[in-house]
C-alpha cells in the first residue's frame, strides 16, 4: 500500500496570503488528521476528519481550516499568514482510534 | 498543552550502548504510544501499550508503563546508528485532541 502523500513538500508564502495544503491518506483510512510542529510549541493538534466530517479540532484560530472529500483526501487552509505560522504540517491517516500513520509534511515558510 | 513529557530532552550514546527515555502524563489514559521522527520528516509509530498492559517488547524496543505514577519509559537495546531520531510519547488527549505528544527526545548515536 501507498502511504501518505502530502503535497507540496516546501512552500514559501508572504503574511497576509493564503495556502492550501493537500494530503492523500493510506488508501482504506477514513480518518484523517493534521498536527502543526515548531520548534517552540512542539506538535500541536490542528483537526480531525472522518468521511468528510470535522470529529475534533484543536485550539487554533479561525484561520486554519481543512474539509475531507468523498475519498477520504484532506486539504487544509491557512489564511491571511502570520510569520507564526511557519511550521512542519503533518498529516496522518488511520482507522478510527487506532495508530496514526504520518505523511513527510508539508514544510511552510512565512516570510 | 502537552499532556506528554519526555525525559531527558537529548541523549547522546555509543552505537550498542542502550538508550532510555521517560514519559509523564497527568490525566488517565487507556493506551500510550511511542513515535519515532527522522530529521524534519514525519512521524513513524514504534508500539502502543495499553492500561492494562505493564511492559511491552518489539524487537529491541522494550516500553514499560505505570499507570500509578502516570508514567511511560522507552528502551532502546543495543543502539545502531540508524536509531537517531527524535522519540516522542502520545496520549489521546483531553477534551478535543486527537493524541497528544510530548515535546521529544532526541537520540543521537554515535557510530
Known amino acids: 500500500k501507498a502511504g501518505v502523500t502530502q503535497t507540496p513538500r516546501y512552500l514559501i508564502k508572504t503574511r497576509g496570503q493564503q495556502v492550501t495544503l493537500s494530503c492523500s491518506p493510506i488508501?482504506?483510512?477514513?480518518?484523517v488528521s493534521w498536527y502543526q510542529q515548531t520548534p517552540g510549541q512542539g506538535l500541536q493538534f490542528l483537526f480531525e476528519?472522518?468521511?468528510?466530517?470535522?470529529?475534533n479540532k484543536g485550539n487554533f484560530p479561525g484561520r486554519f481550516s481543512g474539509r475531507q472529500f468523498s475519498n477520504s483526501r484532506s486539504e487544509m487552509n491557512v489564511s491571511t499568514l502570520e510569520l507564526g505560522d511557519s511550521a512542519l504540517y503533518l498529516c496522518?491517516?488511520?482507522?478510527?482510534?487506532?495508530?496514526?500513520?504520518f505523511g513527510s509534511g508539508t514544510q511552510l515558510s512565512v516570510l | 498543552s502537552q499532556q506528554g513529557e519526555e525525559d531527558p530532552q537529548a541523549l547522546s550514546i555509543q552505537e550498542g550502548e542502550n538508550a532510555t527515555m521517560n514519559c509523564s502524563y497527568k490525566?488517565?489514559?487507556?493506551?500510550l504510544q511511542w513515535y519515532r521522527q527522522n530529521s524534519g520528516r514525519g512521524l513513524v509509530h514504534l508500539i502502543l501499550?495499553?492500561?492494562?498492559?505493564r511492559e511491552k517488547h518489539s524487537g529491541r524496543l522494550r516500553v514499560t508503563l505505570d499507570t500509578s505514577k502516570k508514567s511511560s519509559s522507552l528502551l532502546i537495546t543495543a543502539s545502531r546508528a540508524a536509531d537517531t531520531a527524535s522519540y516522542f510519547c502520545?496520549?489521546?488527549?483531553?477534551?478535543?485532541?486527537?493524541?497528544?505528544f510530548g515535546k521529544g527526545n532526541q537520540v543521537v548515536v554515535i557510530p
Open positions: 502520545a496520549t489521546p488527549g483531553y477534551g478535543n485532541n486527537r493524541l497528544a
Open positions: 496522518a491517516s488511520s482507522q478510527p482510534d487506532e495508530k496514526l500513520f
Open positions: 488508501s482504506g483510512h477514513r480518518s
Open positions: 501499550i495499553r492500561s492494562n498492559e
Open positions: 490525566t488517565s489514559i487507556n493506551n
Open positions: 476528519y472522518f468521511s468528510e466530517t470535522q470529529r
